[in-house]
């Protein structure tokens, strides 16, 4: 994925960027424009082009790319001032590398137009919240049959765990707000607690792709954030863990139930006896699909219901695109933002004059400023036909194979 960065690695860049007058790839309107650094970089980067690309709006980001030795980097730059063939713009704080687009991101045409739609069901709900969107289909619980049985899950359930637990609860954080400290940090992170042995430690990596486990380092910061001084973290972490050894749990751990972007409660399983093996990560995966198949029976069943949203159509500002995905703006405090969560799945649709296309958008990315919230969308499993439709309307030709080397791979 697109990585900034450090700070010594973007000073080298800007300084490339100057000394070899490296060309800096702008496109706008379907027009492409090359400027180079007129003079070295400090607090400004001053910009002369090959061809005016007419009058710029003064604080408008300009989305612009550049090659270093196979590596391509892209940035935004403000822009201060324009005059004559100079264009001055402030120096961004973060240049990206390693981007994980598949085309080169362009200002967006004044003749579309865009509209967001949400995919799928969205829910207003009064569980804890996270940032990150958890769904739950058909086929991943097809194979237990008693989805549509409340209780008879729940009896599965509980059969299963005893397989490799002593003992086991689950909370519902409906009936029981989040209170002790092993809720609150798996409701306020969405992910699994983990104690293998409480004659060790917490895991210090997590393993998943998607990660799913509070790393030691994870659990210190929560610590933290209760009140607890830098100087002590350690001291409170191994009280914690010593606890659980002292009440005779030898394996522990806290499954969250995940429903969309809520926490709706946990599976808590430990081991007491000896005889016992301790926990892994085989358990934590079984666990998490029955947590995931608890949830699935829990809409089933219309649990969630009464928390059910309408989905309607609205614009969010689109900053920049490519032909395989945008980034656009949206402002802070909004009810609607707070359903904006990565990984879930927009329909966006685009209006040009003489075609309008469909494609579902993901959003990877997110970040915020004091006033607006900005979301990366990947366009997710676009027709070819309206891939080369973007990338001509966007670019103003036709692909070719010359586009591979610098708009292919990591652009």
Same mark, same amino acid.
């Given at each position: 994925?697109?990585?900034?960065?450090?700070?010594?690695?973007?000073?080298?860049?800007?300084?490339?960027?100057?000394?070899?007058?490296?060309?800096?790839?702008?496109?706008?309107?379907?027009?492409?424009?090359? =400027?180079?650094?007129?003079?070295?970089?400090?607090?400004?980067?001053?910009?002369?082009?090959?061809?005016?690309?007419?009058?710029?709006?003064?604080?408008?980001?300009?989305?612009?790319?550049?090659?270093?030795?196979?590596?391509?980097?892209?940035?935004?730059?403000?822009?201060?001032?324009?005059?004559?063939?100079?264009?001055?713009?402030?120096?961004?704080?973060?240049?990206?590398?390693?981007?994980?687009?598949?085309?080169?991101?362009?200002?967006?045409?004044?003749?579309?137009?865009?509209?967001?739609?949400?995919?799928?069901?969205?829910?207003?709900?009064?569980?804890?919240?996270?940032?990150?969107?958890?769904?739950?289909? +058909?086929?991943?619980?097809?194979?237990?049959?008693?989805?549509?049985? +409340?209780?008879?899950?729940?009896?599965?359930?509980?059969?299963?765990?005893?397989?490799?637990?002593?003992?086991?609860?689950?909370?519902?954080?409906?009936?029981?707000?989040?209170?002790?400290?092993?809720?609150?940090?798996?409701?306020?992170?969405?992910?699994?607690?983990?104690?293998?042995?409480?004659?060790?430690?917490?895991?210090?990596?997590?393993?998943?792709?998607?990660?799913?486990?509070?790393?030691?380092?994870?659990?210190?910061?929560?610590?933290?954030?209760?009140?607890?001084?830098?100087?002590?973290?350690?001291?409170?972490?191994?009280?914690?863990?010593?606890?659980?050894?002292?009440?005779?749990?030898?394996?522990?751990?806290?499954?969250?139930?995940?429903?969309?972007?809520?926490? @709706?409660?946990?599976?808590?399983?430990?081991?007491?006896?000896?005889?016992?093996?301790?926990?892994?990560? &085989?358990?934590?995966?079984?666990?998490?699909?029955?947590?995931?198949? !608890?949830?699935?029976?829990?809409?089933?069943?219309?649990? =969630?219901?009464?928390?059910?949203?309408?989905?309607?159509?609205?614009?969010?500002?689109?900053?920049?695109?490519?032909? &395989?995905?945008?980034?656009?703006?949206?402002?802070?405090?909004?009810?609607?933002?707070?359903?904006? !969560? @990565?990984?879930?799945? +927009?329909?966006?649709?685009?209006?040009?004059?003489?075609?309008?296309?469909?494609?579902?958008?993901?959003?990877?990315?997110?970040?915020?400023?004091?006033?607006?919230?900005?979301?990366?969308?990947?366009?997710?499993?676009?027709?070819?036909?309206?891939?080369?439709?973007?990338?001509?309307?966007?670019?103003?030709?036709?692909?070719?194979?010359?586009?591979?080397?610098?708009?292919?791979?990591?652009?």
């Amino acid at each position: 994925m697109a990585t900034p960065v450090g700070r010594i690695e973007k000073a080298f860049l800007l300084n490339a960027m100057y000394e070899e007058k490296l060309p800096i790839m702008y496109i706008r309107e379907r027009n492409e424009y090359i =400027f180079t650094l007129a003079q070295e970089a400090g607090e400004e980067l001053s910009f002369r082009f090959n061809k005016s690309p007419g009058k710029l709006k003064i604080h408008s980001k300009l989305p612009l790319i550049f090659n270093y030795r196979r590596q391509t980097i892209d940035f935004h730059a403000e822009v201060l001032s324009q005059k004559d063939d100079i264009i001055v713009c402030k120096t961004p704080e973060i240049l990206y590398k390693n981007l994980d687009r598949n085309f080169l991101r362009v200002d967006t045409p004044s003749d579309l137009k865009i509209l967001f739609t949400f995919r799928g069901e969205r829910f207003n709900l009064t569980f804890p919240k996270v940032t990150e969107y958890e769904t739950v289909t +058909l086929d991943e619980v097809g194979r237990h049959s008693d989805t549509g049985d +409340l209780s008879a899950l729940i009896k599965q359930i509980t059969t299963s765990l005893k397989n490799y637990a002593d003992g086991y609860k689950i909370i519902n954080f409906k009936e029981k707000k989040p209170d002790t400290t092993e809720e609150r940090v798996v409701s306020e992170t969405g992910k699994t607690l983990f104690i293998p042995s409480t004659a060790g430690l917490m895991s210090k990596t997590d393993p998943y792709p998607k990660k799913r486990i509070i790393t030691e380092d994870m659990f210190k910061r929560y610590l933290e954030t209760t009140g607890v001084s830098p100087a002590y973290l350690d001291d409170a972490y191994a009280r914690f863990i010593k606890k659980k050894a002292d009440e005779g749990i030898l394996s522990d751990a806290w499954i969250p139930i995940l429903f969309h972007e809520y926490v @709706i409660g946990y599976i808590h399983i430990w081991v007491t006896k000896k005889n016992r093996l301790p926990f892994d990560f &085989s358990v934590l995966d079984n666990v998490y699909q029955l947590a995931k198949v !608890l949830a699935f029976s829990l809409k089933e069943n219309g649990y =969630f219901d009464h928390g059910k949203m309408t989905n309607e159509a609205f614009e969010g500002k689109v900053l920049d695109m490519s032909a &395989s995905g945008l980034l656009f703006a949206y402002p802070l405090g909004t009810t609607l933002l707070s359903t904006l !969560l @990565i990984d879930s799945e +927009l329909t966006v649709t685009i209006e040009a004059p003489y075609r309008t296309i469909s494609v579902v958008g993901r959003i990877v990315r997110k970040f915020k400023d004091k006033t607006t919230c900005y979301l990366g969308c990947r366009f997710i499993n676009i027709a070819p036909e309206d891939t080369r439709f973007l990338f001509e309307h966007l670019y103003g030709r036709q692909i070719d194979a010359a586009d591979t080397g610098f708009l292919a791979g990591q652009v």
